[in-house]
């Protein structure tokens, strides 16, 4: 699983069907911004605390802030009062409902009747909630010339995304930011390392289904299926794929011609920052590049086509970022019968929707993205490459695995060239 953890404030998703009544035109840049799906890297970050830091960095630019907490809940309500007349009819039509700009209510009205069941919740968390969705709205829905006419009125920070709040509908909602693959190397205390959490190794063979790698083929092997290795280990701070049929499209990557390919993510430490390769079978056999070995980064650059999304290790407990839909039938090309189903939809993120399924004793039997299942792959309406695998669980082995096994090629020390997710 690969980590998506960088964009802009994100909100709920929800209905575009009434706008206010003085709302401002929209200029050529906010309209190009309101319809660009990829963030810049500027305000992207590989952990909810880096991205928060940056997103109150900017925002403290352009206007005062106090801190989020430091609000009363009325405070909030009638700061998004007062927004309430400036936002843009012509942005807010543009994000569909499965896009995380989107507003949740199309009225005010809606919205006071939302927050007259504030009491329900817990302060703290619904606090986090409403300086979120407000700070979305300023971003996202508010024009240039509307944020003139608001004036410097001062606006909440940014709270960090805090999963053990996700059980909240409200919160989550306003904060689903990620999709909680941000592995720290030697975990985060949270894992019971028993399933449905992750052991704190594991090593498998699955069966694979479309493009690999998912963000460098164009729109092409969409079709493809074709089987799969991986070695996880949060011990060791580490992942790695193993895919058999791998394809490029462009200059620097036509070595990935079809043939195999590893993909290895590196996490951090407390310190430091995500560093991950792709490369071929020549580089995993320790051989020279002019011997025919082949690597490129895959972590943000700062050029090239993607200098903003880390690609990381995922979290053992990454499954409790998901929304759980109960117990299901599967059938998929291990696992026959009964299977726990999560999903995460509306993500402001280049890919918006994941999937996963375990067993009833919480093994993992598909993962994907791009759709919310095997039948409903998403694509093209779905943002991104929809691409899944079939756990084979017969293979599930959680002993110890080899520190060799994570170990970066020699080509990929030396090499200079980027392949980095848009």
Known sequence: MKVV????????????????????PASITDLARA???????????STPEEIADKINGHLSSVAPQRACQAYSLEELNNLMRSMFPHLSQELSAIYDANDGRSRRF??????????????????????????????????????????????????????????????????ADALSCQTGHAMKKGGDGTSSHQWPDWPEELHYKAMGHGAYPFWW???????????????WSEKQGAEKFYHS?????????????????????????????????????????????????????????????????NLGPAQGTFWKTFQDKGEVDFDGVYYKGKAHYYVMTGVNEPVADFWYFTDLDGKPVQQGEAGTGPTDQGYPSSKGHTIWHDYDPSTLDSSAIAPSVFKVPAECLSTTTACAFP
Not at 35 to 45: A, E, K, N, P, V
Not at 143 to 149: C, D, I, Y
Not at 217 to 231: I, K, L, Q, R, V
Not at 271 to 294: F, I
């Open 5 to 24: 953890l960088a964009l802009s404030v994100c909100g709920a998703s929800g209905q575009d069907v009434f706008l206010a009544s003085r709302s401002h």
């Open 35 to 45: 319809s660009t799906r990829q963030q810049s890297g500027r305000l992207g970050g």
């Open 106 to 171: 199309g009225t005010l009205a809606e919205y006071e009747q939302s927050w007259e069941k504030d009491a329900e919740h817990d302060e703290s968390t619904l606090k986090d909630a409403k300086c979120a969705e407000t700070l979305m709205l300023w971003a996202h829905h508010l024009s240039e010339t509307g944020k003139v006419n608001f004036g410097q009125v001062e606006l909440p920070t940014l709270p960090a995304y805090d999963a053990s709040k996700s059980t909240s509908q409200v919160y």
């Open 217 to 231: 083929t164009g729109f092409s092997h969409e079709d493809d299926s074709a089987p799969m290795e991986a070695w």
């Open 245 to 309: 049929s791998c394809h490029g499209a462009f200059s620097s990557t036509t070595w990935l011609d079809g043939s195999a390919c590893y993909h290895l993510m590196l996490a951090p430490s407390e310190t430091g920052t995500y560093k991950s390769y792709l490369y071929n079978e020549d580089a995993e056999n320790g051989k020279s590049h002019a011997e025919g070995a082949r690597c490129c980064t895959t972590n943000p650059s700062g050029s090239g086509r993607g200098p903003s999304e």
